[in-house]
């Protein structure tokens, strides 16, 4: 006999306890689900009121996934894609350039490991670092002041 369909509030608890979500990827995922007559948006107002559903918790579950990898401007990009904005964002911001030049220091260590043997390697490698979202300032002080004891 099969299994009636889940309802939504189901399906956001369901989704909700194998990560965290934002609001805007939830009502997204729950939207494909819905029924004429559904009212996502006070789904989400009510776990949100019971706290299931936090933006806040987003934000740091995607820095903490994505920080080891990624530079500010890729995160602040995929945190504005799920719609964190406003003061959130800009506290956000301040905490991941405290240490944004670290990262970028391990990412560079874990990639290449070897300083570069001539301006084509130094542009390889500088163009990974940008494209994986870090700062000018932070790629530069990771070419200049790496060392390679300190690992």
């Known amino acids: 006999m099969p299994m009636p369909p889940l309802s939504l509030k189901a ?7 194998t990560r965290e979500h934002s609001r805007m990827e939830l009502a997204r995922k729950l939207a494909r689900h819905a029924e004429e007559g ?22 740091e579950s995607l820095i903490h996934r994505r920080s080891a990898r990624y530079g500010n401007a890729r995160i602040v990009a995929e945190l504005q894609q799920h719609g964190i904005k406003g003061e959130a964002l800009s506290e956000l ?30 542009s390889k490698q500088m163009r990974f670092l940008l494209q994986r979202g870090f700062s000018q300032r932070a790629i530069q002080a990771a070419m200049k002041g790496v060392d390679l004891d300190e690992f």
């Open 11 to 17: 399906r956001a608890l369901r989704l909700l306890s």
């Open 38 to 59: 559904d009212d996502i948006e006070a789904l989400l107002d009510f776990l949100e009121k019971n706290n299931w559903l936090s933006e806040e918790r987003f934000s």
């Open 93 to 122: 911001k301040a905490g991941l350039a405290e240490d944004e030049t670290a990262r970028c220091c391990e990412v560079w260590r874990r990639k290449f490991g070897e300083l570069p043997q001539d301006a084509q390697e130094r």
